[in-house]
């Protein structure tokens, strides 16, 4: 157990809907990440926060945003769903900005119909 | 930018066998570290192993060692004495260390291992 808690798990939902996933990191850490997974594009960095502020910006669609709130959970937020859209999202932590490794939930695999 | 290139989609090995998964990565950065991640079936993403650019020692984890050659810019892991819990996809990827950078991680395509009974 990496300390990282995603939820939901699991999620189907239908195109043109919005969906918020969910990330608690390990106690202490600050730097929250968000991955993308999916077949064609291997796995893919979305967007970092930094103890409530956003760091960094990957290859994430407008559609698509992220927070963290002040007790450091971090959620991403998915609206206009697409088919493309099906993927593993994982989120990830560590406790500092830079030089240290994340560590990674279990994903949310999420399924658009 | 960075790049990570994994360029065998899968491997096999016998159980108690010796396998190497191989890694090549592009950077003009002088400082970044490199690591492996392990993928099982639960999806999990688990940290293997890490190697800093500025060691010229191989990381070694018990029975995972890595070969990082910095001048050919290529980071392969060797497994030995291979079980079947090592079964997985295997992730190489690449992080800056550059002072102000963030600690995003650009992955390669990954491996595919199966440890053969």
């Known amino acids: 157990d990496s300390g990282v808690t995603q939820t939901p798990k699991h999620l189907i939902t239908a195109t043109g809907q919005r969906v918020t996933l969910r990330c608690s990191p390990r106690s202490g850490d600050l730097s929250v990440y968000w991955y993308q997974q999916s077949l064609d594009q291997g796995l893919q960095f979305l967007i970092q926060?930094?103890?409530?502020?956003?760091?960094a910006k990957g290859n994430i669609l407008e559609r698509f945003s992220a927070q963290q709130f002040p007790d450091l959970h971090s959620e991403l937020n998915l609206s206009s769903l697409e088919l493309g859209d099906s993927a593993l999202y994982f989120c990830a932590s560590s406790p500092t900005n830079m030089n240290t490794e994340a560590f990674f939930g279990q994903g949310t695999r999420l399924t658009v119909v | 930018a960075q790049t990570v290139t994994q360029s065998q989609p899968e491997m096999s090995v016998q159980e108690a066998e010796t396998v190497t998964l191989s890694c090549t990565y592009d950077?003009?950065?002088?400082?970044?570290?490199l690591f492996w991640y392990k993928q099982p079936p639960s999806r999990q993403m688990i940290l293997v192993i890490r190697q800093e650019a500025y060691k010229q020692q191989n990381a070694t984890e018990n029975r995972f060692s890595v070969n990082f050659q910095k001048a050919a810019k290529s980071f392969s892991l060797k497994i030995s004495d291979s079980q079947l819990g090592d079964t997985a996809m295997y992730f190489c990827?690449?992080?800056?260390?550059?002072?102000?950078?963030?600690?995003?991680?650009?992955f390669g395509k990954g491996i595919t291992l199966s440890v053969r009974p």
């Open positions: 990827a690449f992080m800056k260390g550059s002072e102000g950078a963030n600690s995003k991680l650009t």
């Open positions: 926060y930094y103890n409530g502020e956003e760091r």
């Open positions: 950077t003009s950065e002088n400082n970044y570290y």
